[in-house]
């Protein structure tokens, strides 16, 4: 694995971990599963998902 791909999954795991820890501060009571690995699209596409994902990283 080369460097970028380290990269890119340390991201993407702690983007996951810090939204599963703040969770509680969010609108949602969905599955928190799903929401949490699938944080980098939903971010892209959906705008009420991007200001939930804020107020869960600002914990």
């Known amino acids: ?9 340390a991201v ?3 983007g ?3 939204f599963w820890v703040g969770f ?5 009571n969905q599955n ?3 929401l949490s ?3 980098p ?4 596409t959906n705008k009420s998902y991007r200001r939930n994902f804020n107020k869960a990283l600002k914990g």
């Open 12 to 14: 993407y795991a702690g």
């Open 24 to 28: 509680h501060r969010t609108d949602f």
């Open 1 to 9: 694995m080369g460097i970028i791909e380290f990269v890119l999954a």
């Open 41 to 44: 699209f939903l971010v892209m």
């Open 16 to 18: 996951a971990w810090k």
């Open 32 to 34: 928190r599963l799903s």
């Open 37 to 39: 690995l699938l944080w």
